[in-house]
């Protein structure tokens, strides 16, 4: 199942071999905690991110698991040494079964 939403990633346009760039995402979630109840005083269900992960060219370079703890629309950055051109796979699963993968291209000069 896929998620509605998109992440807003940002990494530098282009970067050298061996440099440590930011990468920063912006994901749009409610981040529902399961501690809230409607009108009806029936308890909304739990469902948040609860794992992000980014992939270079294959090789996991950042993971967070993330908990009822998080802020609705969470901001994460990361660092990441430049090993040479690629693509950046970020991924979030939230408790719903939902699946947001967004893929950005890295060029390296």
Same mark, same amino acid.
């Given at each position: 199942?896929?998620?509605?939403?998109?992440?807003?990633?940002?990494?530098?346009?282009?970067?050298? $071999?061996?440099?440590?760039?930011?990468?920063?995402?912006?994901?749009?979630? !409610?981040?529902?905690?399961?501690?809230?109840?409607?009108?009806?005083?029936?308890? !909304?269900?739990?469902n &948040? &991110?609860?794992?992000?992960?980014?992939?270079?060219?294959?090789?996991? $370079?950042?993971?967070?698991?993330?908990?009822?703890?998080?802020?609705?629309?969470?901001?994460?950055?990361f660092?990441?040494?430049?090993?040479?051109?690629?693509?950046?796979? $970020?991924?979030?699963?939230?408790?719903?079964?939902? &699946?947001? &993968?967004?893929?950005?291209?890295?060029?390296?000069?």
């Open positions: 199942m896929m998620s509605p939403s998109k992440p807003r990633v940002r990494l530098p346009e282009t970067a050298a $071999v061996g440099e440590i760039i930011e990468i920063r995402a912006l994901i749009t979630h !409610v981040m529902e905690t399961g501690n809230r109840t409607d009108a009806e005083g029936r308890r !909304v269900p739990r &948040i &991110i609860h794992t992000v992960t980014a992939h270079f060219e294959g090789d996991l $370079v950042f993971k967070a698991e993330l908990s009822s703890g998080i802020s609705a629309n969470p901001f994460l950055a660092h990441m040494k430049v090993p040479g051109p690629g693509e950046l796979r $970020v991924a979030w699963h939230d408790d719903d079964g939902g &699946i947001t &993968i967004e893929r950005y291209k890295l060029k390296v000069e």
